[in-house]
């Protein structure tokens, strides 16, 4: 039944057919990310031209885009990983320089989208796709793309950000108005254009929320979520101490007051 | 005709939410002819899982769960009344669960994890796809009657927290005995003690079992405490922080779980029933009994409680389960000594249908008892006109 229900499975040419329109609406979403990965997924017979397009796409001269496209890499190796499915794996590890450069090309860097890449890398490398040392040979490269980086028009974005994540549009354009086009960026390099701008600030509020999300989704390992709460949780405090007296008072039907009475005894929570 | 026109509105009915049951009441609720029936557990194990795997799929984080479950258990023993799907429940307990515990989850995704979550990835159906529509209209029209049934008490317990604290507290090893009372602390959602028990004891319980699991003996637990006052009221806890726990309720929380590492089959796995043999549940639930038969305590902790709380406090224990304002006469009336069980069960039911007056929810209890105690010399010279509600149950409701 549900596979009956699942996106069909095409031969390679409608595939690719397929996956290109999906690539061309692309939005910012998880859900699309996922999407797109799961068409890979069930379309792995073709698997090998389904990356040729994507290849293809992220040569487009349009950042959001190739940015978008990085989503997918990190939905689809998640996929993967879940399912030991060796041939993407190894296509994403093999092409992992590929999609970097792409994305944050060391010519042209962008900060916002180093932030995001190096996130992603991180979270492949908790999945298991990359060794230690190569994840952080990946993170060391990207570190110094940011140092290095000097495009002011989506940077100015990437200071925005930084400085209220939360701020909206048009009070971007107020504070930052350089960031809209006017001025000429340094050296030869084209000037990004305001609506790409004004796109890529829709979609980083997009990424937002999945961020906020990642605050309390828990991982897939199966201690991961108990060893999570052992690092955050504090010790024994008052609050807590206020807390069970509460419980214990409804689930007694008593007063806080009568149950310090039947438990008077109370040593400081201070001293233990 | 005089007498018509000098009546003022109605008062209308107050509700408030019932945050701890016990043994007893859920027995007398668990009667209830759609509940009795012997599948009932099977039910139970089948949807708490169900609701686990779909958490796990979506990764929502334990206190999620932990409350989702709560509320459903209160669902389905409260509203035995209503027809609905106990799955429909279940999702609708997770949905309003997401939102209390702000971790936001469309209905469509909630429902689509109900399917997705054991099929693999090329399969999965995006939730997005339309064919969860007819799904999440029933969630969101069951998340009213979800509402209802909580009172709008968005309060829950969630032991997982406690334990941390406990093990460091007890410097107890993290990769022993902190994980399984981790896992225990799950299983614990397939019982009833989430209800009865609060996160204190349910902490404890978790932890008494992995110790028991691991063979690792706390000094704290097993020395009787010197100060007087524990001692008499049974408690052999030294920390503060769980003084209030009482060794009987933890030791009932621990055999609640016993009991069901005894029963659950397969395929309703439990997690520590998939990592120990029964043959270990067994040995440890001899080494648990003869712990109570040493301290001379019962299996079921929180009802004997409820019963001597009676006597001693003229019947304030149960003041939480007065639907109507007629039910708060019992500081004034004497109790009956037999228990009548429909009436308590009425009083325990979820009141579905009102003949007149608006129901209000009220969070604080002690208000509500408040309130209900003024208008009730109103309600009480107007026999005549409230006699279903009012005459019959009231003096019986007091259990001894």
Known sequence: MPTAEAEAEWDAFEARLKFSTLLGSLSASVAAAQKAARFLMVNKHCGEDLFEVALEW?????????????????????????????????????????????????????????????????RMHKLGLFSNTRAKELDEMLKHRTSSSQNPDLDAVEAAHKQDPGEEAHDMKHRWPNAFGDNKPSGAKRPTDKKQIEQRIEEDRE?????????????????????????????????????????????????????????????????? | MTDQANIGPHPSFVHTRK??????????????????????????????????????HIRLPTRTLATGVMYYHTFRLTRADLEYSPYDAASASLFVACKIEDTLKRSKEIIAAAKNYRLSAAEQIPWDSGNFDAGAKNAIGMERLVLETIGFDFRSRVPQEMIVKLCKYWCLPKDTVYRTAFDASLDLYRTYAPLKMT??????????????????????????????????????????????????RVMETVHD????????????????????????????????????????LARYAS???????????????????????????????????????????????????????????MVDIERAKHEKEVVYDYFHDKTEEYEVEEEVPKPKRRRQ
């Not at chain 1, 499915?85 to 010519?107: A, G, S």
């Not at chain 2, 668990?30 to 139970?44: G, M, N, Q, V």
């Not at chain 2, 008494?208 to 699991?213: F, G, R, Y």
């Not at chain 2, 097993?222 to 009482?246: N, S």
């Open chain 1, 58 to 122: 992220l040569e487009k001269d349009d950042m959001n885009l190739r940015i978008k496209i990085w989503g997918i890499w990190e939905e689809l190796s998640e996929m993967a990983m879940r399912e030991q499915h060796v041939d993407y794996i190894n296509r994403i590890r093999d092409n992992i320089q590929h999609f970097m450069d792409n994305i944050c090309p060391p010519e042209r860097p962008i900060a916002a989208n180093i932030r995001i890449v190096r996130k992603g890398v991180e």
């Open chain 1, 207 to 272: 990424r937002h929320k999945r961020l906020k999300e990642s605050i309390w989704q828990i991982g897939n390992g199966e201690h991961e979520e108990s060893d999570k709460m052992w690092e955050e949780c504090s010790d024994i405090d008052e609050g807590d101490l206020m807390a069970a007296e509460d419980e214990t008072s409804e689930m007694l039907g008593i007063s806080i007051d009568e149950l310090r009475r039947r438990f008077p005894a109370q040593t400081p929570v201070a001293a233990v």
């Open chain 2, 19 to 56: 945050q701890f049951f016990t043994q007893q009441e859920i027995e007398i609720l668990s009667s209830h002819p759609k509940l009795r029936s012997a599948k009932e557990d099977s039910t139970r194990l089948q949807v708490v899982n169900l609701m686990d795997n779909m958490r796990q």
């Open chain 2, 199 to 248: 996160s204190g004891i349910m902490a404890l319980a978790c932890i008494e079992l992995a110790l028991k699991i691991h063979n690792v003996t706390l000094p704290s637990l097993d020395t009787t405490d010197e100060d007087g006052v524990t001692k008499q009221t049974g408690h052999r806890y030294a920390t503060p922080i769980v003084k209030f726990a009482d060794r009987g």
């Open chain 2, 257 to 296: 779980l016993l009991d069901l590492y005894e029963h659950a089959q397969a395929p309703f796995t439990t997690r520590l029933g998939a990592k120990y043999s029964k043959d270990d549940f067994v040995r440890i639930k001899l080494e648990f009994k003869q712990i109570m038969e040493t301290e001379n």
């Open chain 2, 303 to 361: 009802s004997d409680e409820l019963e001597s709380d009676e006597i001693k406090q003229n019947g304030s224990t149960d003041n939480m389960d007065m639907d109507t304002p007629q039910s708060k006469t019992r500081s004034t009336t004497t109790s009956p000594k037999e228990v009548n069980g429909i009436s308590k069960e009425e009083s325990l039911r979820e009141q579905t249908s009102m003949k007149e007056g608006t129901l209000r929810y």
